[in-house]
Protein backbone atom coordinates (compact mmCIF):
# COMPACT_ATOMS: atom_id res chain seq x y z
CA UNK A 1 0.00 0.00 0.00
CA UNK A 2 1.47 3.48 -0.87
CA UNK A 3 2.63 5.56 2.19
CA UNK A 4 3.63 8.94 2.97
CA UNK A 5 7.49 8.77 3.96
CA UNK A 6 9.66 11.99 6.00
CA UNK A 7 12.98 12.06 6.43
CA UNK A 8 14.42 12.30 8.38
CA UNK A 9 12.46 10.80 11.26
CA UNK A 10 14.72 12.92 14.46
CA UNK A 11 16.90 16.03 13.64
CA UNK A 12 18.56 18.04 16.17
CA UNK A 13 19.61 21.93 15.39
CA UNK A 14 21.17 24.84 17.41
CA UNK A 15 18.52 27.55 18.11
CA UNK A 16 18.85 30.06 15.25
CA UNK A 17 19.86 27.47 12.54
CA UNK A 18 17.98 26.42 9.30
CA UNK A 19 16.47 22.83 8.97
CA UNK A 20 14.63 21.60 6.08
CA UNK A 21 11.82 18.91 6.43
CA UNK A 22 11.70 16.33 3.55
CA UNK A 23 8.39 14.32 2.73
CA UNK A 24 7.43 12.16 0.11
CA UNK A 25 3.78 12.37 -0.36
CA UNK A 26 1.61 9.35 -2.07
CA UNK A 27 2.32 9.46 -6.25
CA UNK A 28 -1.04 10.35 -7.31
CA UNK A 29 -2.05 12.94 -4.81
CA UNK A 30 -2.35 16.46 -5.09
CA UNK A 31 -2.75 18.56 -1.53
CA UNK A 32 -0.54 18.25 0.55
CA UNK A 33 -0.08 19.52 4.31
CA UNK A 34 2.11 20.06 7.03
CA UNK A 35 1.01 20.01 11.00
CA UNK A 36 2.96 19.95 13.99
CA UNK A 37 2.24 18.04 17.60
CA UNK A 38 4.19 19.41 19.77
CA UNK A 39 4.70 16.97 22.78
CA UNK A 40 2.08 16.43 24.86
CA UNK A 41 -0.37 18.84 22.98
CA UNK A 42 -2.90 18.61 20.40
CA UNK A 43 -1.92 18.16 16.58
CA UNK A 44 -1.90 21.36 14.96
CA UNK A 45 -2.26 22.45 11.22
CA UNK A 46 0.54 24.46 9.73
CA UNK A 47 0.08 24.66 5.86
CA UNK A 48 -1.72 23.42 2.83
CA UNK A 49 -0.49 23.38 -0.39
CA UNK A 50 -1.98 22.69 -3.68
CA UNK A 51 -1.32 23.42 -7.22
CA UNK A 52 2.26 24.97 -6.35
CA UNK A 53 1.43 27.11 -4.03
CA UNK A 54 -0.02 27.66 -0.31
CA UNK A 55 -4.12 27.50 -0.04
CA UNK A 56 -4.26 27.59 3.91
CA UNK A 57 -1.87 28.48 6.72
CA UNK A 58 -2.08 28.82 10.40
CA UNK A 59 -1.11 31.76 12.68
CA UNK A 60 1.53 29.27 13.90
CA UNK A 61 2.91 29.11 9.75
CA UNK A 62 4.80 33.16 9.81
CA UNK A 63 7.36 34.49 8.15
CA UNK A 64 10.03 31.72 9.38
CA UNK A 65 8.35 29.24 7.92
CA UNK A 66 8.24 28.21 4.02
CA UNK A 67 7.38 25.00 1.70
CA UNK A 68 8.47 24.14 -1.19
CA UNK A 69 7.72 21.51 -3.80
CA UNK A 70 10.94 21.52 -5.65
CA UNK A 71 10.05 18.07 -7.59
CA UNK A 72 7.56 15.86 -9.05
CA UNK A 73 7.71 14.13 -5.81
CA UNK A 74 8.99 16.02 -2.78
CA UNK A 75 7.47 18.36 -0.21
CA UNK A 76 9.66 20.41 2.11
CA UNK A 77 9.19 22.70 4.87
CA UNK A 78 11.90 25.22 5.90
CA UNK A 79 12.26 26.62 9.55
CA UNK A 80 14.82 29.56 8.64
CA UNK A 81 15.85 30.58 11.98
CA UNK A 82 14.90 27.47 14.42
CA UNK A 83 13.54 29.01 18.26
CA UNK A 84 13.21 26.65 20.99
CA UNK A 85 9.69 26.46 20.53
CA UNK A 86 10.03 24.99 17.39
CA UNK A 87 10.55 21.63 19.17
CA UNK A 88 7.87 19.51 17.68
CA UNK A 89 6.88 16.51 15.76
CA UNK A 90 6.33 17.23 12.44
CA UNK A 91 3.28 15.61 9.93
CA UNK A 92 3.30 15.99 6.44
CA UNK A 93 -0.33 14.42 4.90
CA UNK A 94 -1.40 14.45 1.21
CA UNK A 95 -4.83 13.53 -0.04
CA UNK A 96 -5.94 12.91 -3.81
CA UNK A 97 -8.68 15.72 -3.91
CA UNK A 98 -10.45 18.23 -1.70
CA UNK A 99 -13.65 18.74 -0.57
CA UNK A 100 -14.75 15.42 -1.72
CA UNK A 101 -16.64 12.84 -0.03
CA UNK A 102 -13.83 10.30 -0.20
CA UNK A 103 -11.07 12.19 1.03
CA UNK A 104 -8.59 11.01 3.65
CA UNK A 105 -5.35 12.50 4.83
CA UNK A 106 -2.87 10.38 4.80
CA UNK A 107 0.02 10.77 7.29
CA UNK A 108 3.72 10.86 7.26
CA UNK A 109 5.70 8.70 10.26
CA UNK A 110 6.64 12.45 11.23
CA UNK A 111 9.86 14.35 11.96
CA UNK A 112 10.93 14.84 15.39
CA UNK A 113 12.63 18.03 15.58
CA UNK A 114 14.91 18.95 18.74
CA UNK A 115 15.88 22.61 18.94
CA UNK A 116 18.81 22.99 21.64
CA UNK B 1 -14.77 28.16 13.22
CA UNK B 2 -14.21 24.57 13.69
CA UNK B 3 -13.15 22.76 16.94
CA UNK B 4 -12.97 19.67 18.70
CA UNK B 5 -12.94 18.57 22.68
CA UNK B 6 -12.03 15.50 23.88
CA UNK B 7 -13.27 14.20 27.25
CA UNK B 8 -10.59 12.58 29.11
CA UNK B 9 -7.20 12.26 28.67
CA UNK B 10 -6.43 9.10 29.50
CA UNK B 11 -9.41 5.84 29.51
CA UNK B 12 -8.03 2.49 30.88
CA UNK B 13 -10.46 -0.10 30.54
CA UNK B 14 -9.88 -3.96 30.65
CA UNK B 15 -9.17 -6.48 27.96
CA UNK B 16 -12.66 -8.22 26.64
CA UNK B 17 -14.63 -4.72 27.98
CA UNK B 18 -16.28 -2.27 26.06
CA UNK B 19 -14.19 1.70 25.11
CA UNK B 20 -15.72 4.59 24.84
CA UNK B 21 -13.81 7.43 23.65
CA UNK B 22 -15.48 10.99 23.58
CA UNK B 23 -15.52 13.50 20.75
CA UNK B 24 -17.70 16.58 20.97
CA UNK B 25 -17.24 18.85 17.94
CA UNK B 26 -18.21 22.47 17.03
CA UNK B 27 -18.63 23.55 13.32
CA UNK B 28 -20.20 26.14 11.50
CA UNK B 29 -20.93 24.29 8.48
CA UNK B 30 -22.06 20.44 8.39
CA UNK B 31 -18.63 18.84 9.31
CA UNK B 32 -16.47 15.90 8.21
CA UNK B 33 -15.34 13.83 11.42
CA UNK B 34 -12.69 11.49 11.61
CA UNK B 35 -10.65 9.01 14.58
CA UNK B 36 -7.05 9.26 13.72
CA UNK B 37 -5.07 6.27 15.79
CA UNK B 38 -1.76 6.81 16.60
CA UNK B 39 0.63 3.86 18.44
CA UNK B 40 3.95 4.73 19.56
CA UNK B 41 7.01 6.44 17.61
CA UNK B 42 4.27 5.93 14.58
CA UNK B 43 2.15 8.71 12.78
CA UNK B 44 -1.20 9.15 12.45
CA UNK B 45 -3.56 6.35 10.77
CA UNK B 46 -7.22 7.10 9.83
CA UNK B 47 -9.57 4.75 11.95
CA UNK B 48 -12.84 5.76 10.51
CA UNK B 49 -14.49 8.83 9.07
CA UNK B 50 -18.09 10.54 8.40
CA UNK B 51 -18.89 12.13 5.63
CA UNK B 52 -22.44 12.91 5.75
CA UNK B 53 -23.55 9.78 4.55
CA UNK B 54 -24.51 6.67 7.32
CA UNK B 55 -24.88 7.94 10.73
CA UNK B 56 -23.19 4.77 12.13
CA UNK B 57 -19.75 4.05 10.68
CA UNK B 58 -17.75 1.14 10.87
CA UNK B 59 -13.74 1.45 10.73
CA UNK B 60 -10.97 -1.20 10.90
CA UNK B 61 -9.80 -3.13 13.76
CA UNK B 62 -13.63 -3.72 15.06
CA UNK B 63 -14.15 0.34 16.00
CA UNK B 64 -17.32 2.25 14.96
CA UNK B 65 -18.25 5.59 15.68
CA UNK B 66 -21.78 7.58 15.65
CA UNK B 67 -22.85 10.78 14.24
CA UNK B 68 -25.32 12.29 16.73
CA UNK B 69 -25.91 16.16 15.25
CA UNK B 70 -27.97 16.98 18.50
CA UNK B 71 -25.44 16.23 20.24
CA UNK B 72 -22.97 17.21 18.66
CA UNK B 73 -20.81 14.30 19.09
CA UNK B 74 -18.82 12.08 17.37
CA UNK B 75 -17.75 9.03 20.14
CA UNK B 76 -15.64 6.09 19.34
CA UNK B 77 -16.40 2.46 20.36
CA UNK B 78 -15.26 -1.03 20.37
CA UNK B 79 -17.27 -3.76 22.19
CA UNK B 80 -14.33 -5.37 23.30
CA UNK B 81 -11.07 -4.21 23.95
CA UNK B 82 -7.41 -5.92 22.72
CA UNK B 83 -4.15 -5.36 24.38
CA UNK B 84 -3.25 -4.14 20.67
CA UNK B 85 -5.46 -1.52 21.02
CA UNK B 86 -3.58 0.16 23.48
CA UNK B 87 -2.34 3.94 21.48
CA UNK B 88 -3.78 7.35 21.35
CA UNK B 89 -6.98 8.37 20.04
CA UNK B 90 -7.66 11.61 17.95
CA UNK B 91 -10.98 13.23 16.93
CA UNK B 92 -11.10 15.71 14.31
CA UNK B 93 -13.18 17.84 12.04
CA UNK B 94 -12.92 19.66 8.96
CA UNK B 95 -15.30 21.33 6.92
CA UNK B 96 -13.42 19.84 3.58
CA UNK B 97 -17.05 20.02 1.67
CA UNK B 98 -17.17 23.75 1.70
CA UNK B 99 -13.40 23.30 0.63
CA UNK B 100 -11.91 24.43 3.82
CA UNK B 101 -9.83 20.68 4.25
CA UNK B 102 -7.49 21.43 7.04
CA UNK B 103 -7.99 18.88 10.05
CA UNK B 104 -8.68 20.38 13.66
CA UNK B 105 -7.71 18.20 16.24
CA UNK B 106 -8.59 17.47 19.79
CA UNK B 107 -5.93 17.06 22.59
CA UNK B 108 -6.25 12.91 22.35
CA UNK B 109 -6.94 10.37 24.64
CA UNK B 110 -4.27 7.71 25.45
CA UNK B 111 -6.25 4.43 25.69
CA UNK B 112 -4.64 1.81 28.15
CA UNK B 113 -6.06 -2.12 28.11
CA UNK B 114 -5.76 -3.57 31.23
CA UNK B 115 -4.52 -7.57 31.03
Known amino acids: EPEVTQTPSHQVTQMGQEVILRCVPISNHLYFYWYRQILGQKVEFLVS????????KSEIFDDQFSVERPDGSNFTLKIRSTKLEDSAMYFC??????????????FGPGTRLTVL | AQSVTQLGSHVSVSEGALVLLRCNYSSSVPPYLFWYVQYPNQGLQLLLK??????LVKGINGFEAEFKKSETSFHLTKPSAHMSDAAEYFCAVSEANFGNEKLTFGTGTRLTIIP
Open chain 1, 49 to 56: FYNNEISE
Open chain 1, 93 to 106: ASTPMRGQSTDTQY
Open chain 2, 50 to 55: YTSAAT
